[in-house]
């Protein structure tokens, strides 16, 4: 695969070719993630890209990938004025899970020190007790499951603009929603479908709802046929 030459990503014009360059793809290079994406969402920096939807969407689905390793093979990137960055060594690691804070632990050893644990408890430690455990059942039931949902996403022929379709899937935005990658499969007679990922809280996204009332309802229908759940895997 050749090296993907892109512009100077400082400049407002070299930003717009970014977007026009992102128009026609879900990634830098290939039909997968891959690392040469990491060196250019590292390129972007601070850059403002809000009024640049492809950019604004390629950037959203980078970020929730950054945890895991890229499939995708890689090619290089070359920007102006500079070697073509090879990125075939790069390594994406997860930041550190977050340590339980001290204040939570000395906490936990005072209420400790405050039994008896040598004679009967009293009323007021029997309550004590079932207080902690109820408020640990609740903090247990505040911790929203999530799921892993994949999509199929159907076109009405095939003069659909399938980049189009995935823009009008993308733009539903509700807390608990998270688009992932996609790519376009051959369905046939020149048709494609469209699988796209996503990542939902459960408490706070109904699949069904999402398909019923946002996907295949206007504006969007003018693009979307229809949509199956092909898979549903709780995270």
């Not at 390629?58 to 945890?67: F, G, T």
């Not at 459960?202 to 969007?220: F, G």
């Amino acid at each position: 695969m050749a090296v993907v030459e892109l512009p100077d990503l400082s400049s407002p014009s070299g930003l717009k070719e970014l977007d026009e360059f992102l128009s026609s793809r879900t990634y830098v290079s290939g039909d997968e993630p891959s690392k040469d994406d990491a060196v250019v969402l590292s390129a972007l920096g601070d850059s403002c890209i809000n009024e640049l939807g492809n950019v604004t969407r390629w950037q959203s689905n980078i970020v929730a990938l950054l945890q895991k390793h890229f499939p995708g093979s890689s090619c290089g990137v070359k920007f102006p004025g500079s070697p073509a960055v090879q990125t075939r060594e790069l390594t994406v690691d997860a930041p550190p899970a977050p340590e339980t804070p001290p204040a939570t632990e000395e906490k936990a050893e005072e209420d400790d020190d405050d039994l008896d644990l040598f004679g009967e408890e009293t009323e007021e430690e029997k309550k004590a007790v079932a207080e902690r455990e109820a408020q640990k059942a609740s903090a247990k039931k505040k911790e929203s499951g999530k799921s892993s949902v994949l999509l199929d996403v159907k076109p009405w022929d095939d003069e659909t603009d399938m980049v189009k379709l995935e823009e009008a899937v993308r733009s539903v935005s509700m807390p608990g929603l998270l688009w992932g990658a996609s790519k376009l499969q051959p369905v046939g007679y020149g048709i494609k479908k469209l699988q796209i990922m996503m990542t939902i809280v459960d408490d706070l996204v109904s699949v069904d709802n999402l398909i019923e009332e946002y996907l295949t309802e206007e504006p969007r229908n003018e693009y979307i046929q229809s949509c199956d759940i092909v898979a549903f895997n709780k995270i």
